[in-house]
């Protein structure tokens, strides 16, 4: 195994997690928790990461598909359903607030269900 193509530069890390590569300058110096763990090297100011540890890293924080959880969300058709059905619970004859400006999207619609 060779220990070149092991350790990977902050430019190559940014590829792999798809950040940007100052977003991650920063990390390294305000956050470096949120980073994986990096190797530092004696009187070297780079900073150089294991490839094999970044990918655990980034396993470690994969999350299981499950569909039932899914199945608590609304579909399309349901989302639609309840959406609808708040429009028909706001009335028009709430009163307006004292406001200046535009009227609301709800006031809007009752003026045009009225007329």
Not at 79 to 107: F, L, M, Y
Request: hydrophobic share 35%; charged share 35%; net charge positive.
């Amino acid at each position: 195994m060779e220990m070149d193509s092991d350790l990977i530069t902050l430019e190559e890390l940014a590829v792999m997690l798809h950040r940007n590569v100052n977003t991650l300058r920063v990390a390294v110096s305000n956050r470096p928790e949120s980073l994986p763990p990096r190797v530092r090297f004696p009187g070297v100011q780079r900073n150089y990461w294991r490839r094999s540890t970044v990918e655990k890293w980034i396993v470690s924080f994969e999350e299981p598909f499950d569909p039932a959880e899914r199945r608590d969300q609304p579909t399309g058709d349901m989302a639609v359903q309840r959406v609808e059905a708040d429009r028909k619970t706001i009335s028009c004859k709430t009163p307006r607030k004292n406001r200046v400006g535009r009227p609301t999207k709800a006031e809007q619609m009752c003026r045009r269900e009225v007329a």
